[in-house]
């Protein structure tokens, strides 16, 4: 999973948590200037995001580390929860 | 309020997402309660990583040094038992191939060469440098330099981790062993130590994965010829400054309470030491020189690995031979169970592990075991996920060790006898050798 031969895994993965961050971010952003979501939905929102790219970056290590069933168990225990609070927030968002 | 709201009758519990929510949460609260045993310990040692002024384990007043001739290998021998046999490739067996066994026997050939000079294992005697300095007026400005100079010169070496710290008569034998003979240590030492650099390697993951077999064991043995290389350079190096040196690598002393003074990690359950960045995977020596480092030596650190080792149990679970105990609270001595446990000199609080059926197991089984090492939470490559855990568990408190040890046998982590394994070391499938890749 190196990127081009330049970069190693980690470093392409970094990269593109970065891009994810930000994505969130800027979704975040949308959400309280177009649909005046509250701050307790943004809250949700970003829990749940970040919960999710943290565990995108814990599975993609765990893949490159060739530890695979860490990933699918951290889909589980991390992503999930994660999804369902950024359902829950977003739900919330618009509502209002 | 929405129509189901209108539709439930008055005063019965309605099972709206409010409440399912609040069912949710409370189930997680009761799951993740429920799931910590009554029985799990809190740590005693303080938050974090803690520095410690004295030795951090409780040692008796009773407690006295003992010879080499005790250890359980030496007693081992003196049977008439071999702790390993001659290899014998098993080519459908992973990790016990012809190439498999190639790869470990190789591996020790460093130290084979070296074996007068800076032996890795007991039995022989290192050669003692006496200074030879290019320069007879050198000192160094001052202790920290020495200090600085030391450490950098021995990861230049080869060695992954350093640790300085004064000599201490306790935790060397009284004799050591050269072939079949016997000598007082302070008589083959050539002179009186003032400081005990402890060297640790690192093991590869991969390998380990495969313990216990020999593709496991070369690793740990290639371990040993870094070990002979390394202190060689070092003795030469400090010869070449003035002051004497030896390199005995596991003789002459105990090496895991010089590592423990020396701030390289804690005792565990499993008698190894675990060092924060490697945990167990890691081979020890040490050189003795008399160089004085006044008050510039490395503090014993603890960082929760007791408190982990209290509620964890993978180590004792897995062991085939059953040598390591189950008991809650580390003790000190060896358990009263009717055995002759003179291998075990006891007077340190610590978990007392039976190493003659440990060794027992290395001779039936052909290999050095390791599961212990394998199967340690402790043990796992050096990605960012891994020490973000072991940075969160120097700070969790005890009940959570358990429930993090748990979380590491689903995640996959800590498994004996795979036979995958092997193969997954041995894949070329991703790996670059050509200095191309990323």
Same mark, same amino acid.
């Given at each position: 999973?190196?990127?081009? #031969?330049?970069?190693?895994?980690?470093?392409?993965?970094?990269?593109?948590?970065?891009?994810?961050?930000?994505?969130?971010?800027?979704?975040?952003?949308?959400?309280?200037?177009?649909?005046?979501?509250?701050? +307790?939905?943004?809250? +949700?929102?970003?829990?749940?995001? #970040?919960?999710?790219?943290?565990?995108?970056?814990?599975?993609?290590?765990?893949?490159?580390?060739?530890?695979?069933?860490?990933?699918?168990?951290?889909?589980?225990?991390?992503?999930?929860?994660?999804?369902?609070?950024?359902?829950?927030?977003?739900?919330?968002?618009?509502?209002? | 309020?929405?129509?189901?709201?209108?539709?439930?009758?008055?005063?019965?519990?309605?099972?709206?997402?409010?409440?399912? !929510?609040?069912?949710?949460?409370?189930?997680?609260?009761?799951?993740?309660?429920?799931?910590?045993?009554?029985?799990?310990?809190?740590?005693?040692?303080?938050?974090?990583?803690?520095?410690?002024?004295?030795?951090?384990?409780?040692?008796?007043?009773?407690?006295?040094?003992?010879?080499?001739?005790?250890?359980?290998?030496?007693?081992?021998?003196?049977?008439?038992?071999?702790?390993?046999?001659?290899?014998?490739?098993?080519?459908?067996? /992973?990790?016990?191939?012809?190439?498999?066994?190639? !790869?470990?026997?190789?591996?020790?050939?460093?130290?084979?060469?070296?074996?007068?000079?800076?032996?890795?294992?007991?039995?022989?005697?290192?050669?003692?440098?006496?200074?030879?300095?290019?320069?007879?007026?050198?000192?160094?400005?001052?202790?920290?330099?020495?200090?600085?100079?030391?450490?950098?010169?021995?990861?230049?070496?080869?060695?992954?981790?350093?640790?300085? @710290?004064?000599?201490?008569?306790? *935790?060397?034998?009284?004799?050591?062993?050269?072939?079949?003979?016997?000598?007082?240590?302070?008589?083959?030492?050539?002179?009186?130590?003032?400081?005990?650099?402890?060297?640790?390697?690192?093991?590869?993951?991969?390998?380990?994965?495969?313990?216990?077999?020999?593709?496991? =064991?070369?690793?740990?043995?290639?371990?040993?010829?870094?070990?002979?290389?390394?202190?060689?350079?070092?003795?030469?190096?400090?010869?070449?400054?003035?002051?004497?040196?030896?390199?005995?690598?596991?003789?002459?002393?105990?090496?895991?309470?010089?590592?423990?003074?020396?701030?390289?990690?804690e005792n565990s359950r499993m008698?190894?030491?675990v060092?924060?960045?490697?945990?167990?995977?890691?081979?020890?020596?040490?050189?003795? @020189? =008399?160089?004085?480092?006044?008050?510039?030596?490395?503090? /014993?650190? @603890?960082?929760g690995v007791e408190s982990f080792c209290k509620n964890c149990m993978h180590c004792a679970?897995?062991?085939?031979?059953?040598?390591?105990?189950?008991?809650?609270?580390p003790?000190?001595?060896?358990? =009263?169970?009717?055995?002759?446990?003179?291998?075990?000199?006891?007077?340190?609080?610590?978990w007392?592990?039976?190493?003659?059926?440990?060794?027992?197991? *290395?001779?039936?089984?052909?290999?050095?075991?390791?599961?212990?090492?394998?199967?340690c939470?402790y043990?796992?490559?050096?990605?960012?996920?891994?020490? !973000?855990?072991?940075?969160?568990?120097?700070?969790?408190?005890?009940? !959570?060790h358990?429930?993090?040890?748990?979380?590491?046998?689903?995640?996959?982590?800590?498994?004996?006898?795979?036979?995958?394994?092997?193969?997954?070391? *041995?894949?070329?499938?991703?790996?670059?050798?050509?200095?191309?890749?990323?």
């Open positions: 999973m190196s990127g081009l #031969g330049i970069f190693s895994g980690i470093e392409v993965l970094f990269f593109w948590l970065g891009v994810l961050c930000l994505a969130t971010f800027q979704g975040l952003v949308w959400l309280r200037w177009k649909l005046e979501a509250s701050w +307790l939905s943004l809250a +949700l929102v970003a829990a749940g995001c #970040g919960t999710m790219i943290f565990d995108v970056a814990w599975a993609v290590s765990s893949v490159l580390e060739k530890e695979p069933q860490s990933a699918s168990m951290s889909v589980l225990v991390i992503f999930l929860p994660g999804l369902i609070l950024a359902v829950m927030g977003m739900r919330l968002a618009w509502k209002q | 309020m929405n129509s189901t709201d209108e539709k439930a009758p008055g005063n019965e519990a309605r099972l709206d997402r409010r409440n399912l !929510l609040k069912l949710g949460l409370a189930g997680t609260a009761a799951a993740l309660t429920s799931a910590l045993p009554a029985t799990a310990q809190a740590r005693e040692d303080g938050i974090g990583v803690v520095k410690h002024d004295e030795f951090p384990m409780k040692i008796s007043p009773d407690y006295k040094r003992f010879s080499e001739a005790d250890t359980s290998f030496n007693r081992f021998t003196r049977a008439g038992k071999s702790f390993h046999r001659k290899p014998k490739p098993e080519e459908n067996r /992973p990790g016990y191939t012809s190439y498999d066994w190639a !790869l470990k026997v190789a591996s020790k050939e460093i130290h084979n060469a070296l074996i007068n000079l800076t032996p890795a294992y007991q039995g022989t005697l290192p050669k003692v440098f006496k200074p030879a300095a290019f320069n007879p007026d050198f000192r160094f400005k001052d202790s920290a330099m020495a200090h600085a100079v030391i450490k950098r010169a021995a990861r230049h070496f080869g060695a992954d981790l350093v640790g300085i @710290t004064r000599h201490d008569p306790r *935790w060397d034998y009284t004799h050591v062993r050269e072939g079949k003979k016997y000598h007082k240590t302070e008589d083959v030492m050539g002179f009186v130590p003032k400081t005990v650099i402890v060297l640790g390697y690192e093991v590869d993951y991969e390998t380990m994965r495969t313990a216990p077999s020999p593709l496991g =064991d070369a690793s740990q043995i290639d371990g040993y010829s870094r070990m002979s290389k390394t202190a060689l350079q070092m003795v030469s190096f400090l010869s070449k400054l003035g002051f004497h040196a030896i390199g005995p690598g596991n003789g002459y002393g105990l090496t895991i309470p010089y590592a423990i003074a020396a701030g390289l990690g008698g190894l030491l060092n924060h960045k490697y945990g167990p995977r890691l081979r020890l020596g040490k050189i003795y @020189t =008399d160089l004085e480092l006044d008050e510039y030596y490395d503090k /014993p650190t @603890t960082f679970d897995n062991c085939p031979s059953k040598s390591i105990p189950h008991d809650k609270e003790s000190m001595g060896p358990p =009263d169970d009717g055995q002759d446990w003179g291998f075990s000199n006891p007077g340190i609080r610590k007392y592990v039976n190493c003659d059926t440990c060794l027992q197991y *290395w001779s039936d089984s052909n290999t050095s075991c390791s599961s212990c090492v394998t199967t939470p043990n796992k490559p050096y990605f960012w996920h891994h020490r !973000l855990i072991d940075k969160v568990n120097t700070i969790l408190p005890g009940p !959570l358990k429930f993090m040890a748990d979380m590491d046998l689903l995640h996959g982590y800590g498994q004996t006898f795979n036979t995958s394994a092997p193969a997954v070391f *041995w894949d070329a499938k991703g790996r670059e050798y050509d200095g191309f890749g990323g």
